[in-house]
């Protein structure tokens, strides 16, 4: 298998829920489409807001799918594992790690990409958002103070 050039953005690096990182990082990559992948994704609450925790599992997840543009550098890519806290050198200490996903997109094609997903369970009582899509409950709840759903 090649290593995609591909990445599944399903949260705060989604397209319109963005911050500086984000704005930045986004220079790096072309929209392609939005798809989905199998899992399911509970909402967090952190310093920087609510986020969503990607787990394998049962279940569609609704993301952006972004191509790197021939710029993406290796250090671009050390910066986003960093924000998504993932250590490829130690993946025990990674609250995230990377892994290759198959994406789903319509009429039924497929692409090979990138996604971030929680290393080990959620954490107790973390709430389901039981439509797989972040943007979408972030659209509903722009306070992120309303019960995920």
Not at 100 to 117: D, E, M, N
Request: some cysteine; overall charge positive.
């Amino acid at each position: 298998m090649t290593t995609p050039r591909h990445f599944f953005f399903y949260g705060t690096l989604r397209r319109g829920l963005g911050n500086d990182f984000t704005r930045d990082i986004f220079s790096k990559f072309e929209f392609v489409e939005t798809g989905t992948v199998s899992g399911r994704l509970f909402l967090m609450r952190g310093a920087i807001g609510p986020y969503p925790m990607l787990v394998p599992g049962r279940g569609r997840v609704k993301g952006d799918l972004c191509r790197m543009l021939p710029g993406f550098s290796a250090c671009d890519l050390t910066r986003l594992d960093a924000y998504e806290d993932y250590y490829p050198d130690d993946p025990a200490r990674s609250r995230y790690l990377r892994e290759i996903v198959t994406v789903s997109l319509a009429p039924g094609r497929r692409v090979s990409a990138w996604r971030y997903v929680r290393n080990g369970k959620p954490p107790r009582g973390a709430p389901l958002i039981a439509s797989g899509d972040f943007a979408q409950w972030m659209h509903g709840h722009r306070d992120g103070s309303a019960r995920p759903g």
